[in-house]
């Protein structure tokens, strides 16, 4: 099946810093990818839509500035966290739109990048 | 390598009672997701089992044997608010998700 991966797994970083997180469809092109935040046991928060030669588009309440994102190929999709600070330390999750022809529409998930800002 | 299977598609009538199913083959195992997902929506939540057993929390229940590699999601008096994607993922011994295809469930009146 479809795969998504995402680099890295484990970020560590200091207060202040930016931190760059890849993603990217490994079988298929997607033009659409999703990036989400999930705090424990909770459900995803989805962040930001990423649209392959366009702006993302992102949901209230999640700047812009801070999150960026960037989506410059069919199988990559990047969101950069700017001035990282404790609160932003979470787990990130991306997701990838298969919308490869006929009926197929598919999401397929990505496993995820912990990141922690001290 | 890791995998997760789950049946690609179901269907049930309004008012009965499914169970899906997930089983997983993971290096190593720190709990077993579920998660809803209506098309165009993020994933909501279901459940987190981590223990061997059965969790109930109203009309869901989800059950894990970690020694199977198993792990069913029971949803009673299915309403047709319940048709929707339903994800299964496992955090391996990293602290990565791995993700099921996802079933698809169809509620018929």
């Known amino acids: 099946g479809a795969v998504v991966s995402q680099h890295p797994s484990w970020v560590i970083c200091k207060s202040g810093t930016s931190v760059k997180i890849e993603c990217r469809s490994l079988d298929f092109q997607a033009t659409t990818m999703f990036w989400y935040r999930q705090f424990p046991k909770q459900s995803l928060m989805l962040m930001a839509t990423?649209?392959?030669?366009?702006?993302?588009?992102?949901e209230q309440g999640v700047e812009k500035d801070k999150f960026l994102i960037n989506h410059a190929s069919l199988t990559l999709s990047t969101l950069t966290v700017t001035s990282a600070h404790p609160e932003d330390s979470s787990f990130y999750i991306c997701?990838?739109?298969?919308?490869?022809?006929?009926?197929?529409?598919?999401?397929?998930f990505g496993p995820g990048t912990r990141l922690t800002v001290l | 390598g890791q995998n997760i299977d789950q049946p690609t598609e179901m269907t049930a009538t309004e008012g009965a009672i499914v169970q899906i199913n997930c089983t997983y083959q993971?290096?190593?195992?720190?709990?077993l997701f579920w998660y809803q997902q209506h098309a165009g929506e993020a994933p909501t939540f279901l459940s987190y089992?981590?223990l061997d057993g059965l969790e109930e929390k109203g009309r869901f229940s989800s059950f894990l044997s970690r020694s199977k590699g198993y792990s069913y999601l029971l949803l009673k008096e299915l309403q047709m608010k319940d048709s929707a994607s339903y994800l299964c993922?496992?955090?391996?011994?990293?602290?990565?998700?791995?993700w099921g295809a996802g079933t698809k469930l169809i509620i018929k009146p």
């Open positions: 997701s990838a739109r298969d919308q490869g022809g006929g009926e197929t529409d598919t999401q397929y």
């Open positions: 993922a496992v955090m391996d011994s990293n602290y990565q998700l791995i």
């Open positions: 993971t290096s190593g195992f720190n709990g």
């Open positions: 089992n981590v």
């Open positions: 990423s649209n392959e030669g366009s702006k993302a588009t992102y």
